[in-house]
Structure formats: structure tokens, C-alpha cells
């Protein structure tokens, strides 16, 4: 197991960017696939981005083209950058790890969530 905490949630314009960092405690980080997921108020709890162990990336179709998973495993850390980002993007972010099982995430751990707002 990891523990996993999340920095770099705020309140952006629209049209900005902000980059959202895991940082994982624990033993076998760079044997976990990890995952960030968010969840907006009245709404369920979503993947929006995904990064295998072997770093194949997966995104929700509503963030392609806009965000970026990345990890460094020598940093226990994973990454979301963000871009053109939209008020639609608002949410608690949360990191997590886990494993794919025949082509789906499935997650493990939970971090606390960061706040990203979006808003003029």
C-alpha cells in the first residue's frame, strides 16, 4: 500500500492551467498503475486520467488534448497538467493507486483530494 497526497489545486481563469502533484509514501510506487479521478458537487465520481506502470496513458474523452498524466518514479510522484482549462473542469481531484484488470482501472488507494476552480 501507498499513501498519496495531492498539492497544486486552486483557482484558475478560464483558458488557464495548473499542474496537480501526487506524492506517494510507502513501499512499490513504481509498481502501481495510477489514476486521478474528481468528483463534482451533485455528481459522480469520475477517471479522468490514467498511467500504467510501463507509463501507457489513458484520458476521459471530456479532458483529451487538455490534460497530462505523467510519473516519476525516482520522485514517488505523479502529475496532472492541466491546460485550457474550463469552468466544467471544477472539482475535487483526487490521486490514486492502483492496477489495470482486463483493460480497466481499478483503484486502490485514495489521496484526500485538492480543490480546482474554475471560475472568472
Known amino acids: 500500500q501507498v499513501q498519496l497526497v495531492e498539492s497544486g489545486g486552486g483557482l484558475v481563469q478560464p483558458g488557464g492551467s495548473l499542474r496537480l502533484s501526487c506524492a506517494a509514501s510507502?513501499?512499490?510506487?513504481?509498481?502501481?498503475?495510477m489514476g486521478w479521478y474528481r468528483q463534482a458537487p451533485g455528481k459522480q465520481r469520475e477517471l479522468v486520467a490514467a498511467?500504467?506502470?510501463?507509463?501507457?496513458?489513458n484520458y476521459a474523452d471530456s479532458v483529451k488534448g487538455r490534460f497530462t498524466i505523467s510519473r516519476d518514479n525516482a520522485k514517488n510522484t505523479v502529475y496532472l497538467q492541466m491546460n485550457s482549462l474550463k469552468p466544467e473542469d471544477t472539482a475535487v481531484y483526487y490521486c490514486?493507486?492502483?492496477?489495470?484488470?482486463?483493460?480497466?482501472?481499478?483503484?486502490?488507494?485514495w489521496g484526500q483530494g485538492t480543490q480546482v476552480t474554475v471560475s472568472s
Open positions: 510507502g513501499r512499490g510506487f513504481s509498481f502501481y498503475d
Open positions: 498511467i500504467t506502470i510501463g507509463s501507457t496513458t
Open positions: 490514486t493507486s492502483g492496477r489495470y484488470y482486463s483493460g480497466a482501472y481499478s483503484p486502490g488507494s
